[in-house]
Each structure stands twice: as structure tokens, then as C-alpha cells.
């Protein structure tokens, strides 16, 4: 199954993409996740820091380069999940080139659609374990005492306006481009975790069923 999640900065794409990778035996490939790995290497350019600081999105060429690379690895052969890329048409148009050339293709691209008033919320509560990568929201999905917890840089109100404001231009050309292909499931976000999980998966069943 080769799957890509989209969805606004707070929408639970990293939450729900736990559970789905676990279900379906695929690892999670998260742009955002590879550039703070990088970033907390000391790997990742002081100009590419603060654009993602400020809520600006990285040059397409970098992260078609990076999921080039990640999605040859033995544990992408049989699918994987993306997890924020593509973001662009020109990020979506190299991802569609890159699985051609392996004689492959994306099953599904899953919008996770949450409205915009309840995003700022979920984004600037949210903390991640640094050791675990597991994700907790302050109010929602509280950590337990120990956890060893980080606060995104990107993760202040106003650069979750920015990166809100950049999601939505983005969409405007990202989802119709998906849609004529035929392969956009849009899901209604909104709902404990546990609800907007049992939408997705029904939503991989039903596309199980129809390849059957
Ligand atoms: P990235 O890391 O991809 O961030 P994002 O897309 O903004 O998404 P988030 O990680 O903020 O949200 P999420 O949907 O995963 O939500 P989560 O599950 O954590 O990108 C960061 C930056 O990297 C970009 O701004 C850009 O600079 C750069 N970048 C990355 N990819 C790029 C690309 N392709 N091109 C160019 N630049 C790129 O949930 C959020 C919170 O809500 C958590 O606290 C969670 O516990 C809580 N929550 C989740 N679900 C629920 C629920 N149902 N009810 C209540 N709370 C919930």
C-alpha cells in the first residue's frame, strides 16, 4: 500500500499515520520529521532552520531528494505512508516520475480535513517526546510525568498562522491535481482520535475492496 497523508499543521496526520503504519506493517515517511532529524544533527542549512522556524515551506528539491532517497530502502518495498510530501504540484509531479521509473504507483491520497478555528489549538499544545517520537496535545492527549518533552519551534501562534496560511494556498492547487488522477479520499478530521481512525480505516478498506 503506498499511501500519502495531507492535511493542515495539526490535523493529526502524524497521530493517525502511528496507527495506520502499525496496521499495514509500512514505515512512516514524514518530510517534517526528516528535517528536524537533520536539524538536530547540526545537518540541515542555518537558511532551511529558519524557514521552517518561521513556518515557511522548504525548497522542492530538497525534500524530493530526501524522498528519493528514503523510499528505496528495503523497508519501502512493499509501501510506505508519506506524511506531508508532497506539499506542491512539482513535489507531487516528481513523486508521480520517481514510482514510474520503479513501475509503481500511489493507492491513495488521504485529506485529513479539519476547519481552521480548531488547528491553532492542536498545534501550539501539542508536545513531542523526544526520546519515544510520540506525539501528546496538553489538553486532549496529556503526557505522563517523566516523558522528556519538546515544544516545536514552529509550533508558536504566529508561525502556525503562517504555516495554516501556506497549507491553504497549497491545497488550492495540491488537492484538485489529485482529484482528476482519481485517487483523493477526503476525511472529516474532526473527532477523538479513536473516531477519525475508524474513518480512515474504513476508507482503506472500502479501496481494499475495490483493487480486490
Ligand atoms: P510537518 O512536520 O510536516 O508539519 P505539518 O504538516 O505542519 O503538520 P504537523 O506535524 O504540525 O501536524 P500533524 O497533522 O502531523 O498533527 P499531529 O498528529 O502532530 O512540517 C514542518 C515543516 O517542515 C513545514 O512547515 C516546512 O517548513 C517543512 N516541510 C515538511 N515537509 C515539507 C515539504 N514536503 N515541502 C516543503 N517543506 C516541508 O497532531 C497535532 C496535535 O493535535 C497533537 O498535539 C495531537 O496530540 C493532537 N491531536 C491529533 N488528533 C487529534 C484529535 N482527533 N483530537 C484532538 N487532538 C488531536
Redesign the pocket.
Known amino acids: 500500500m503506498r499511501l500519502v497523508f495531507v492535511?493542515?499543521?495539526?490535523?493529526?496526520?502524524?497521530?493517525?499515520?502511528k496507527f495506520l503504519c502499525a496496521q499495514y506493517g509500512i514505515p512512516q515517511i514524514?518530510?517534517?520529521?526528516m528535517?528536524?532529524a537533520a536539524k538536530a544533527e547540526g545537518k540541515l542549512p542555518q537558511e532551511l532552520v529558519a524557514?521552517?522556524a518561521a513556518?515557511?515551506?522548504?525548497?522542492?528539491e530538497?525534500?524530493i531528494g530526501l524522498i528519493d532517497e528514503r523510499t528505496k530502502a528495503a523497508d519501502a518495498a512493499l509501501g510506505f505512508l508519506l506524511?506531508?510530501?508532497?506539499?506542491?504540484v512539482p513535489?507531487a509531479q516528481a513523486l508521480g516520475t520517481m514510482l514510474a521509473a520503479r513501475n509503481r504507483k500511489l493507492d491513495a491520497v488521504l485529506a485529513?480535513e479539519v476547519p481552521r478555528e480548531l488547528l491553532m489549538e492542536?498545534?501550539v499544545?501539542?508536545?513531542?517526546d523526544k526520546r519515544t517520537g510520540q506525539?501528546?496535545?496538553l489538553k486532549?492527549?496529556p503526557p505522563p510525568p517523566g516523558a522528556d518533552l519538546e515544544h516545536?519551534a514552529?509550533?508558536r501562534e504566529e508561525a502556525v498562522r503562517i504555516?495554516l496560511d501556506?497549507?491553504e494556498a497549497m491545497t488550492a492547487e495540491l488537492l484538485p491535481y489529485y482529484e482528476k488522477l482519481g485517487i483523493l479520499r477526503r476525511i472529516n478530521?474532526?473527532?477523538?482520535?479513536e473516531?477519525?481512525t475508524g474513518r480512515v480505516s474504513r476508507v482503506l478498506e472500502a479501496l481494499g475492496n475495490s483493487n480486490k
Open positions: 492535511g493542515p499543521p495539526g490535523a493529526g496526520k502524524g497521530t493517525q499515520a514524514s518530510t517534517g520529521d528535517l528536524r524557514k521552517m513556518g515557511a515551506l522548504v525548497p522542492d530538497v525534500v506524511d506531508g510530501f508532497p506539499r506542491t513535489q485529513l492542536r498545534a499544545y501539542r508536545r513531542t506525539i501528546y496535545h486532549y492527549n516545536r514552529d509550533d504555516r501556506t497549507y478530521g474532526v473527532g477523538t482520535v473516531e477519525v
